[in-house]
Nanobody, 112 residues
């Protein structure tokens, strides 16, 4: 049974930083791609960042230069370092594993 557990969300002022973590279990973590998605109030869920099993990364244009995705295969964990946060980044952030499995999400709120 694959499980994903996100953490690290919270309330931060504009310009601040947060680091999200997602721990995976029940899967051979080093073999799978991991993604971060987000869903803001009244918006559709959107892809934020992707990291392949070999470490290649890709980002949504809206977060390029501000967010960094990384992974630690020894800890079965994917991270999303978020800097220079903006109110528009307010959303529930979800991690996804192998294009199939979702975590429960963690709330990020950025105040202006």
């Amino acid at each position: 049974q694959v499980r994903l557990l996100e953490s690290g969300g919270g309330l931060v002022q504009a310009g601040g930083s947060l680091r999200l973590s997602c721990v995976a279990s029940g899967i051979t973590f080093r073999l799978v791609a991991m993604d971060w998605y987000r869903q803001g109030p009244g918006k559709q869920r959107e892809l934020v960042a992707v990291i392949s099993n070999s470490g290649g990364t890709n980002y949504a244009d809206s977060v390029k230069g501000r967010f960094t995705i990384s992974r630690d295969n020894a800890k079965n964990t994917v991270y999303l370092q978020m800097n220079s946060l903006e109110p528009e980044d307010t959303a529930v952030y979800f991690c996804r594993c192998a294009g199939t499995y979702w975590g429960q999400g963690t709330q990020v709120t950025v105040s202006s």
